[in-house]
């Protein structure tokens, strides 16, 4: 059974950075795709990034530049590292697995970590 332990939020000020973390387990890593969405209060989950087996990034567009999104196999985490954070990026952060399908659909993944909150202030 899968496990995904997201860490690395906290408390802001726009501007900022932080990284967040995702420690991986119970499975096999380096074949999978993983992605990152959040959620805000009220919202709904909205896809933020991932990063295929071999490498390649994609992103929500309005985190393009300013997100980069990465994997380390050998210690089976993915990272997120956000920079010029404003408060429109505040939200619980969720490291999840890709299943199939279209990247940006929360519905395409198969497991899901429990979460890290983000706050930014202005």
């Known amino acids: 059974q899968v496990q995904l332990v997201e860490s690395g939020g906290g408390l802001v000020q726009a501007g900022d950075s932080l990284t967040l973390s995702c420690a991986v387990s119970?499975?096999?890593?380096?074949?999978?795709?993983w992605g990152w969405f959040r959620q805000a209060p009220g919202k709904e989950r909205e896809y933020v990034a991932l990063i295929t087996a071999d490498g390649y990034e994609n992103y929500e567009e309005h985190v393009k530049g300013r997100f980069t999104i990465s994997r380390d196999n050998a210690k089976d985490r993915v990272l997120l590292k956000m920079n010029s954070l404003t408060p429109g990026d505040t939200a619980t952060y969720y490291c999840?697995?890709?299943?199939?399908?279209?990247?940006?659909?929360?519905?395409?993944?198969?497991?899901w970590g429990q979460g890290t909150q983000v706050t930014v202030s202005s």
């Open positions: 999840a697995r890709f299943y199939h399908g279209r990247w940006d659909r929360a519905s395409n993944y198969d497991a």
């Open positions: 119970g499975g096999t890593f380096s074949q999978y795709y």
